[in-house]
T-cell receptor, first 115, second 114 residues
Framework: KAGVTQTPRYLIKTRGQQVTLSCSPI?????VSWYQQTPGQGLQFLFE???????NKGNFPGRFSGRQFSNSRSEMNVSTLELGDSALYLC??????????????FGSGTQLSVL | AQSVAQPEDQVNVAEGNPLTVKCTYS??????LFWYVQYPNRGLQFLLK??????LVKGSYGFEAEFNKSQTSFHLKKPSALVSDSALYFC????????????FGGGTRLMVKP
C-alpha cells in the first residue's frame, strides 16, 4: 500500500508569490490534516479535511487555505508569501477524523523556502 | 485550552541504558495521547497511543509510555536504548473539549551515544 505522497518535495518562492502544495493520502483514507513545522514553533496544526469538509482550522491567517477533492487528495494554498512562511509542511492521513483517536500517517513533507 | 509540553529540548543517553522522554499535558476533558518519532528528512511515524484502559501502553520498536492522570504526564520509555533510536520525538494530545484538535509538543531530540 502506497504511503502518503506530498509534492513537490522542495519549493523556492519569493515574497508576495503564492504556492500550492499537494497531498495524496493512503488509499481509503478520507481524513487529511496539514501541519507547519519550523525549528522555533515546532509542529503547528493548519487544518483538517474529512470527506471534502473542513473539520478544524488552526490559528493561521486567511492567506492559508486548503481543500479536499472527492478522491480525498488535498491541496494547501498560501497566498502573498512572507519570509516567515518558510517551513516544512507536513500532510497526514487517517481513515477516520483525527478526533476519533486514529493514528496519523505522515508524508515526508514539502520544504518551502521563501526568499 | 489544551496544551502539551515537552520540557527537554534534548535528551542524551548511552547505548544500552534506559531512556525517558518526558511529556505533560493540560486538557479540559479526557485526553487521547500519542507519541510520534521523526527521523531526518522524513515525516512523523506513529509509536503508540493511549485512549483508555491500562495506563502502561506498549508500542513500536520496544517503546512504551505510562499514562499518569494525577501528574498529567505521558512519559515515553525504553529499557535499553539503541543508537538507531536517535531522532526527534513528539508527544501529542487530542482534547475532546477543544474541537478534537490534535496538538503537538515542541519535540525532544534524543541522542543515543555508542
Amino acid at each position: 500500500k502506497a504511503g502518503v505522497t506530498q509534492t513537490p518535495r522542495y519549493l523556492i518562492k519569493t515574497r508576495g508569490q503564492q504556492v500550492t502544495l499537494s497531498c495524496s493520502p493512503i488509499s481509503g483514507h478520507r481524513s487529511v490534516s496539514w501541519y507547519q513545522q519550523t525549528p522555533g514553533q515546532g509542529l503547528q496544526f493548519l487544518f483538517e479535511y474529512f470527506s471534502e469538509t473542513q473539520r478544524n482550522k488552526g490559528n493561521f491567517p486567511g492567506r492559508f487555505s486548503g481543500r479536499q477533492f472527492s478522491n480525498s487528495r488535498s491541496e494547501m494554498n498560501v497566498s502573498t508569501l512572507e519570509l516567515g512562511d518558510s517551513a516544512l509542511y507536513l500532510c497526514a492521513s487517517s481513515s477516520q477524523p483525527t478526533g476519533e483517536g486514529e493514528k496519523l500517517f505522515f508524508g515526508s513533507g514539502t520544504q518551502l523556502s521563501v526568499l | 485550552a489544551q496544551s502539551v509540553a515537552q520540557p527537554e529540548d534534548q535528551v542524551n543517553v548511552a547505548e544500552g541504558n534506559p531512556l525517558t522522554v518526558k511529556c505533560t499535558y493540560s486538557v479540559s476533558g479526557n485526553p487521547y495521547l500519542f507519541w510520534y518519532v521523526q527521523y531526518p528528512n522524513r515525516g512523523l511515524q506513529f509509536l503508540l497511543k493511549y485512549i483508555t484502559g491500562d495506563n502502561l501502553v506498549k508500542g513500536s520498536y520496544g517503546f512504551e509510555a505510562e499514562f499518569n492522570k494525577s501528574q498529567t504526564s505521558f512519559h515515553l520509555k525504553k529499557p535499553s536504548a539503541l543508537v538507531s533510536d536517535s531522532a526527534l520525538y513528539f508527544c501529542a494530545v487530542r482534547d475532546a473539549g477543544a474541537g478534537n484538535m490534535l496538538t503537538f509538543g515542541g519535540g525532544t531530540r534524543l541522542m543515543v551515544k555508542p
